[in-house]
């Protein structure tokens, strides 16, 4: 019997995906495990495998670019032949749809983190492409730094690599290609653009989709449902970065980047866990009129990409060193560039931090990633003149602006908080 395989609802916003690449056409033979489609949700581009084996009877639009709603059929699979009646096949159950989706999802995160040669060096250019891409090009040995993408947003294609690796594309896959944009075999796509004005002058329009609209949503939804106020301090972190600079050597041997957002970490859930900071560490059950006091510590920092800002979350950081968080702070931010993500990456924070400090900026308001209580926002370290036992020396400053929902947190345990926050960064060996 033909069995319908819909995207599933996996939770987290998500309604809606658009398909990148299809890798079956109707009428192919596949096999349980091996991947369908290329499909970006808000959170993550993913391979989504078959749930079984079969033959692939019917499959969702027939282009790349198309929208695909949760509970839309992405592929109709069953025995050759067989003759497919909409309503009368049978459902994949969605615990199987969702089991396959998660496992493409960590599938390809592995792919693209443990097994490509060069794939950090990659994301840190800026280089977009899917995994089954980035395996490609380390097959035909091909930089991808040097390849120019023609797919959407500036992706790396698979044909583009094999161009720059000299290997002749197949014919039937160009000519569909052409034909799935109306256009000759042969013939070079012509962009087509649009030209839009207003009053004034001519405009651009983009798609409001994707993580950018997701990321919207949430700061709407924060807005609207915390009484925000942001308190600004500063902390000398001088000795901080001649202990960071005396450590960085030794971490690099391991094939770690030593940051000071890792140093911030710690110290924050230092600050976190005393019992008079407690409901910093917190979120209102509004339905419920509770507050969660959280006796975890899962720590969010928010990340930019390319498709707009992702906030992975470092679980459990009470049971981290320094080290050990620094690891995962790269290895998470290499997935959010690629991504990549995990959607169990970026759930269960009781705490976010926003960075702007690589980029330039002291102190911002930060919008709390609800229902979050806090988020702390550090700025870009500067030397500065200040006095010390009165005399007026020079010492290395970082900005921080805590926001807090003030329905939960007082302003002067904002304050108490960012004290013994400082305590820590301005004190390491307490680290």
Do not use: C
């Amino acid at each position: 019997m033909a069995y319908e395989f819909k995207f599933p609802d996996v939770g987290q916003g998500i309604t809606e995906g658009e398909v990148v690449k299809w890798h079956v056409r109707e009428g192919d033979a596949v096999k349980e495990d091996q991947v369908l489609v290329e499909i970006e949700t808000d959170k993550a581009v993913v391979e989504v495998p078959s749930p079984k084996s079969g033959f692939v009877l019917k499959r969702h639009g027939s282009s790349e670019g198309q929208k695909i709603n949760v509970g839309d059929v992405i592929v109709v699979i069953g025995q050759k032949g067989e003759r497919y009646v909409p309503g009368k096949a049978a459902d994949v159950t969605a615990a199987t749809a969702e089991k396959a989706l998660k496992t493409a999802e960590k599938k390809d995160a592995g792919a693209v983190v443990g097994s490509l040669p060069g794939s950090m060096a990659d994301i840190e250019k800026g280089i977009f492409a899917m995994p089954a891409v980035r395996r490609l090009a380390a097959e035909l040995k091909v930089d991808l730094s040097k390849v120019k993408g023609t797919g959407p947003s500036g992706r790396v294609t698979e044909d583009d690599v094999r161009k720059v690796a000299g290997v002749p594309v197949a014919a039937a896959a160009t000519a569909e290609k052409a034909a799935a944009k109306g256009e000759k075999a042969g013939e070079e796509p012509q962009m087509k653009v649009t030209k839009k004005y207003d009053l004034w002058g001519f405009v651009r329009r983009e798609p409001f989709k994707g993580v950018r609209k997701a990321t919207a949503e949430k700061m709407a939804l924060s807005a609207s449902k915390t009484a925000a106020v942001t308190n600004f301090d500063e902390a000398d972190i001088t000795v901080l970065a001649e202990l960071r600079e005396k450590e960085k050597a030794a971490a690099e041997k391991k094939g770690i980047k030593l940051t000071f957002l890792s140093f911030v970490i710690k110290a924050v859930f230092e600050a976190l866990k005393k019992p008079e900071h407690s409901i910093v560490n917190s979120s209102l059950d509004e339905a419920n009129q509770e507050i969660v006091i959280k006796d975890y510590y899962n720590i969010g920092f928010a990340v930019a990409t390319e498709a707009g800002l992702v906030v992975p979350v470092i679980k459990r950081v009470e049971q981290k060193t320094v080290l050990a968080i620094a690891k995962e702070v790269g290895g998470l931010a290499e997935k959010a560039r690629s991504r990549m993500l995990d959607l169990a990456d970026m759930m269960g924070g009781t705490f976010t931090i926003s960075n702007i400090g690589s980029i330039g900026g002291t102190f911002f308001t930060p919008i709390i990633n609800y229902p979050e209580a806090a988020i702390l926002g550090i700025g870009k370290i500067v030397e500065k003149p200040v006095v010390r036992n009165g005399k007026i020396v020079v010492r290395k400053i970082m900005p921080l602006s805590l926001t807090y929902d003030h329905r939960l947190i007082d302003g002067a345990q904002a304050a108490a908080f960012l004290n013994t926050l400082i305590g820590f960064l301005e004190n390491p060996e307490r680290l």
